[in-house]
């Protein structure tokens, strides 16, 4: 028997076998183990920069706008010196101490009310004759600037725009320059000077940080200050002579920037390494000048939390590979668990990514809305300007040829009503004018009575050319006859002559014009309504009636603003507005404006 006992024994090399074949499997678990880590961690990587992107994206947005929007908010300022007196008197006379100190305060007075930093005239020869701060230390009255490149663009070109540090401030600022012409030759340069760097504390509230890149690739604005006036890159030699000949950045020594870019992830966004730290650099191109926005984000806490995914990603798989191993018989479910988290996980994401989409249009949406109230406010002032001035203006030039007329025929009382007519309409021309002068202001006058047979009867006759022209008849009701309303007596002119005019305008294709004002008391209100034979109001139009630019008129006549200039004089007065079409056709325009106090009540008072 014992000789047969080593045949029973299994061979040596049975255990090692048995050992080596449990390898595949711990390899195969190990490789998941190491695939999950690296999968989590390259999602959470790319999620944490997919995120940084639209934060920066956002964030350069608004910075974008705001930043276009100072740089454009002066554009039209050196324009403006040309249309002075005082300047181009100057630049005739440059030696004359009475018209320098006149300018000198005229532009002192205009910068007082724009809110640039500076603004100043400059010869031909490029030497500061006139400036807003021309008492203050370091003017820049006297200074041969024919150096800077806006002023020489300017002499060649028409316009200018540079940056640059003070010569005589040290202060840096965003330069705006236009040529004053006489004729074909040019007498002088208006210039504005901007200050950004108040953009540069705004954006110091923001997360990450911020540069401002000019066109030779050298930060002028940045929210770390260590940064300001270096290159990205080491100027060439071109570069270095055009900064040593207009010295944009001062004493400055330009050292170069330890900026390393490391991968490019878009056009606009690629990952660098400053001063050996990683940064995602998210750039925006801005509209108003060669300069470059780049928002910076610091990497650091991206990678560390893809690097706490990628071990929540190992831990995860190693207890999903032993329950595997234990619970082999449920892993269907597992499956279908890790399905539903997966769908869970892609729907949040998909939400997420919605909302922030809805977000930026919101903000969009937002920033059109500005822009449009300022055009459409813009737009109201000027249109009332000529509005309001052309009425009184076509009457004056009225009464003067009747004048001349009856003075032919020796009609002297027509005569003298018609010169008082004029008196008239010269006093509530400067009333217009007083009141143009303050038109985004409160009136600080009290009002006042305003009888309205007389100002309807005013009216009438400012467009008794127009009524007679287009055979419109009108008909007045006024009840009691005394009726007075409390407000400004110009605005109540210029309220009446809209309404009439549109009245006059609606009714010209219309067989019956008949044009009918009426006015009643109803307790301490006066109702005032102006009826035409017209058309009437389209529906479509009848909601939106009293919004600027909004009109029923074809192409060319009219801007859609008289009606939203009636309804900021009656809002003015304490009043309302309305309109509505009437059932036997035509519009009807309501005004309830408070009523005055009749004589009878004045004299028991």
């Not at 009108?474 to 009439?500: F, I, K, T």
Request: aromatic share 4%.
């Amino acid at each position: 028997m014992s000789s047969l006992a080593p045949a029973l024994r299994p061979p040596p090399s049975a255990p090692r076998a048995r050992r080596w074949r449990g390898l595949p499997r711990w390899c195969a678990a190990l490789a998941l183990v190491a695939a999950a880590a690296y999968g989590g961690h390259e999602i959470a990587l790319q999620t944490g920069l997919s995120r940084l992107r639209e934060a920066a994206e956002h964030r350069l947005d608004m910075l974008e706008s705001g930043l276009d929007a100072d740089l454009a908010r002066f554009d039209y300022l050196p324009a403006l010196l040309e249309m002075s007196p005082v300047v181009p008197a100057l630049l005739e006379a440059p030696a004359s101490p009475v018209l320098r100190d006149a300018a000198n305060r005229y532009l002192n007075g205009v910068n007082a009310t724009v809110g640039a930093e500076m603004l100043y005239v400059l010869d031909r020869s490029g030497t500061s004759v006139a400036a807003s701060d021309w008492d203050q230390p370091g003017t820049t009255v006297g200074q041969d600037l024919s150096f800077r490149p806006y002023v020489s663009d300017a002499v060649k070109y028409g316009r200018g725009r540079f940056y640059g540090v003070g010569i005589t401030s040290r202060r840096p600022g965003y330069y705006l320059s236009y040529a004053l012409r006489r004729g074909e030759g040019v007498r002088g340069v208006a210039a504005v000077k901007i200050n950004i760097e108040q953009a540069e504390n705004a954006w110091r509230k923001l997360p990450g940080h911020v540069l401002l890149i000019d066109e030779r690739g050298v930060v002028i604005l940045s929210t770390r200050d260590e940064l300001k006036y270096r290159p990205i890159t080491p100027l060439d030699a071109a570069q270095r002579s055009e900064v040593q000949r207009s010295r944009p950045y001062g004493e400055a020594p330009l050292t170069p920037l330890s900026w390393k870019p490391l991968q490019v992830l878009a056009t606009d966004t690629q990952l660098v390494s400053l001063d050996g730290v990683a940064q995602l650099a998210s750039t925006r191109t801005l509209q108003r000048a060669a300069w470059r926005l780049v928002a910076l984000d610091d990497m650091a806490p991206v990678r560390a939390a893809a690097r706490y995914a990628a071990i929540t990603a190992s831990l995860a798989m190693a207890v999903l590979l032993l329950v595997a191993v234990t619970l082999w018989q449920r892993r269907r479910a597992v499956r279908q668990k890790l399905a539903s988290q997966a769908a869970l996980q892609a729907a949040h994401d998909n939400l997420e990514s919605t909302v922030v989409a809805r977000t930026a249009q919101l903000r969009a949406a937002q920033s059109d809305l500005v822009h449009a109230g300022k055009m459409a406010a813009l737009g109201q002032m000027s249109a009332g300007m000529v509005h309001e001035l052309n009425q009184p203006l076509t009457a004056l030039r009225t009464l003067s040829e009747s004048a001349c007329l009856l003075l032919e025929h020796d009609r002297r009382e027509e005569v003298r009503g018609n010169l008082q007519r004029i008196s008239g309409l010269v006093d509530r021309l400067a009333r217009l004018t007083s009141r143009l002068k303050t038109f985004a202001h409160k009136s600080e006058l009290p009002p006042q009575a305003v009888p309205l047979v007389r100002s309807i009867a005013d009216t009438q006759a400012l467009l008794a050319a127009e009524l007679k022209e287009h055979d419109v008849q009108v008909e007045v009701d006024v009840r009691p006859a005394d009726l007075g309303v409390m407000a400004d007596e110009a605005a109540v002119g210029s309220l009446l002559s809209n309404l009439m005019r549109n009245a006059i305008d609606a009714m010209q294709g219309s067989p019956r014009r008949l044009l009918r004002v009426e006015a009643a008391a109803q307790g301490e209100r006066a109702i005032v309504t102006v009826t035409d034979t017209g058309p009437g109001i389209r529906p479509d139009i009848l909601p939106r009636l009293f919004e600027p630019f909004v009109s029923s008129k074809p192409a060319g006549a009219g801007l859609g603003l008289g009606l939203v200039i009636s309804a900021q004089l009656v809002r003015g007065a304490g009043g309302t507005l309305r309109a509505s079409n009437r059932e036997e056709g035509g519009a009807c325009f309501t005004v309830d404006l408070p009523s005055a106090p009749s004589e009878e009540q004045t004299e028991r008072e």
